[in-house]
């Protein structure tokens, strides 16, 4: 069975940084693209950040320069580093592969929550 176990979030001020972690399991992540994504109140889930195989990264426009992601493929986790966050940063945060797994592989995610 897949599961994403998601961590790390929290509620921050504008411009401080947050990392999160995924935990994977039932799947091989290194033979896997990995992806975070995110969903805002009242929007749809968006991709954020991927990570292929190979280690390639992509980012949306929205957020490249400011998140890094990474993999862990011995520990089977993928991390989110976010520095320099924003109020419109503010969602729950989830991990998956690139495309999803499946429609019902998502975790519970984390909540980020960036306010003054």
């Known amino acids: 069975q897949v599961q994403f176990v998601e961590s790390g979030g929290g509620l921050v001020q504008p411009g401080e940084s947050l990392r999160l972690s995924c935990a994977a399991s039932?799947?091989?992540?290194?033979?896997?693209?990995m992806g975070w994504y995110r969903q805002a109140p009242g929007k749809q889930r968006e991709l954020v950040a991927t990570i292929t195989i190979a280690g390639s990264t992509h980012y949306a426009d929205s957020v490249k320069g400011r998140f890094t992601i990474s993999r862990d493929n011995a520990k089977s986790t993928v991390y989110l580093r976010m520095n320099n966050l924003k109020p419109e940063d503010t969602a729950v945060y989830y991990c998956n592969t690139d495309p999803a797994f499946s429609s019902g592989s998502w975790g519970q995610g984390t909540q980020v929550t960036v306010s003054s």
């Open positions: 039932g799947i091989i992540l290194r033979i896997n693209h």
